[in-house]
């Protein structure tokens, strides 16, 4: 672990849409500052992801001072959405959890995200993740949040683990899908230099200067069998990690990690186990 470093940093402004890689990205309590504060829902107020609307890979937010964000899609005209300023708060569905959130005041945003994907849709902002969303009491520690992520602030990935897990594919059923790339899983955090699947036995690691607790390793759902690129489907990496990262009815991949100081984290930074 002496030479373990962070390979690349990933923020997903809108849920499920393709996002950026900065060489910085500041560490707020509920995640990388812009990540994943706005998703789309649906009429009945269900959040809508890659699982129901693969095309939704193809979908580009870049992040705009102030939490605005920038909308790209093929066929689409690019559209800039400011992030509200007040306004009605509704409440939403994100799996299990029933989040308030403010519509995006300009109607041409809603607009813009049901043509792409022909269908009624709505895009919604988190306005205030340090109160709106606690994590899973089972695995939270009071008063920590998070914003419209899956379940925890940051997710964190190995290069090794996924060499692992490809050389697994190469050997299976299905090789002609690998190798994969690391996007199939979505990331925040990216690190290289560690043993395969050694983040299982992580349980607090530092980044450059921010500190963070393991919360639990990421269960993994048909997303990662999405091509990032295409929006194509197949069978991996469920079908290898099925048959070799079971565990407790979950397939494994990546750790979600929960920010225990504030701080940047920068490609490149050293990043240490320490428990």
């Known amino acids: 672990m002496g030479n373990a470093r962070l390979r690349s940093i990933h923020v997903h402004p809108v849920k499920a849409f393709r996002g950026v890689s900065p060489r910085a990205a500041e560490v ?23 699982r129901q609307r693969p095309s939704l890979a193809l979908a580009a ?43 995006a005041a300009d109607e041409a945003a ?5 043509a792409y994907l022909g269908a009624r849709t709505r895009l919604v902002h988190l306005d205030d ?5 606690p994590i899973d009491p089972v695995y939270a520690r009071p008063g920590e949040t998070v914003s419209l992520a899956d379940g925890y602030p940051l997710l964190l990935t190995a290069t090794a683990s996924l ?20 996007d199939r899983f979505r990331p925040n ?37 999405t091509d990032q690129a295409t ?3 197949g069978r991996e990496p469920l079908h290898t990690l099925g048959r070799h990262r079971r565990r407790d009815g979950r397939l494994l991949f990546g750790q979600n990690l929960v920010p225990l100081s504030g701080g940047t984290v920068r490609v490149g930074d050293p990043v240490t186990v320490d428990g």
């Open 189 to 225: 955090v990216v690190v290289d230099g560690t043993g395969a699947w050694a983040e299982d036995g992580w349980s607090r690691v530092t980044i450059g200067e921010v500190a963070f607790r393991v919360a639990k390793p990421s269960g993994r759902c048909v997303v990662t069998t």
């Open 231 to 233: 929006a194509a489907r």
């Open 129 to 133: 993740p340090a109160t709106r969303r």
């Open 163 to 182: 060499d692992a897990l490809n050389s697994l594919i190469a050997r299976g059923d299905h090789a002609a899908e690998g190798p994969l790339p690391m």
């Open 61 to 103: 937010a870049e992040p705009l001072p102030g939490g605005g964000v920038r909308l790209s899609a093929p066929g689409a005209r690019p559209l800039t959405v400011p992030a509200p300023d007040g306004g009605e708060t509704v409440m939403v569905e994100l799996f299990r959890d029933k989040v308030r959130v403010t519509p």
């Open 28 to 50: 707020e309590p509920w995640g990388l500052t812009g990540d994943r504060r706005w998703m789309l829902v649906d009429d009945g107020g269900k959040v809508v992801t890659q």
């Open 110 to 114: 809603h607009a813009w995200c049901a």
